[in-house]
């Protein structure tokens, strides 16, 4: 117990999921919390979001470890929401210390078209890049920046039978391509003051994302309405250990790591725990 006692800790997406989990995890160690989530569908999502209840869920869990919340609702596409949100977390406890960037979406299957592009870029990489700047000019000596990846960036995505087919399943790889590169970029920018930024990669976890039509789909394109039972035999196919996905908390342990002073040294990591994800499609690079 303890590990970033006396930390603040900025969360977006912890209405549910993993970015609940971390909260809590975070919380069980010590930090306080300034959560942030949408609390709200996005049309081309193809499964339903976190609602008002869910956030006050994660106020409830956090409160039970005896630690403080600032929790509101904002979307992480509007720069100004997350300023409004962080500056009353600011105003609360006066700093923030560790940026958890986690809001994330999967439009996957869905018939929104191009709009499934733009909402997918929208959250899981500008919204992270915005949580990101609004924290970061408050950010000082020994600052951790943690965002949230996806095994999906490190697997081939040289051929497309169909390219333009799923939007918003291309989108979820890009996204998450471009903001590793970021991560790595923002770390050698940052290295230099001692704030580290770095990128925990999540294979299938077990959250709403995955436990979902669409991601069935995905996993079943050979059944016209898979169920979960269909998919789980799918699911291990992108790990190397046979399982079919890993729990938020196994996520949330690296999240602690990478926010606590034992991580001290630790940037510009793309952090995978995935399973061994990685090595079902990529041999050793030096």
């Known amino acids: 117990m303890g590990r970033v006692e006396g930390k603040v800790a900025f969360v977006t997406g912890a209405g549910r999921g993993q970015g609940r989990s971390h909260a809590v995890r975070l919380a069980e160690e ?9 609390c709200r569908d996005i049309e081309s999502n193809s499964y339903p979001l976190s609602g008002p209840e869910d956030l006050k869920e994660t106020v409830r869990l956090v409160e039970g470890l005896g630690r403080r ?18 500056d009353q977390g600011l105003e609360a406890f006066g700093k923030v210390d560790v940026v958890v960037a986690n809001a994330g979406i999967a439009p996957m299957c869905s018939n929104s078209g191009r709009q499934g592009w733009l909402d997918v870029i929208g959250v ?13 000019p408050h950010l000082g000596e020994g600052a951790s920046i943690i965002a949230t990846g996806s095994a999906a960036a490190f697997m081939p995505n040289e051929i497309q039978e169909r390219p333009g087919a799923d939007p918003g399943g ?33 294979t299938n976890c077990n959250t709403g994302m995955l436990q979902s039509e669409a991601m069935y789909k995905a996993f079943r ?34 999240v602690v790591y990478l926010a606590s002073d034992e991580s001290r040294y630790v940037t510009g990591m ?7 994800s990685y090595l079902k499609f990529h041999s050793f690079h030096k």
Request: no cysteine.
């Open 30 to 38: 010590g930090a306080d919390i300034i959560a942030v989530d949408i």
């Open 69 to 86: 919340i600032v929790a509101t609702e904002a979307d992480v596409r509007e720069a100004a929401q997350l300023r409004s949100a962080l």
């Open 124 to 136: 899981n990489l500008m919204g992270v890049q915005n949580a990101i700047h609004t924290a970061l």
């Open 170 to 202: 291309a989108g979820y790889t890009v996204a998450k391509l471009m903001l590793s590169n970021y991560i790595h970029e923002l770390a050698r920018m940052l290295s230099g003051e001692m704030i580290r930024a770095n990128v925990v990669h999540p």
């Open 221 to 254: 394109p050979d059944l016209e309405n898979p169920t979960k039972e269909d998919a789980i035999i799918a699911f291990p196919e992108q790990q190397a250990m046979p399982i079919p996905w890993v729990e938020p908390e196994d996520i949330s342990n690296a």
């Open 270 to 276: 793309q952090m995978r725990i995935d399973a061994g």
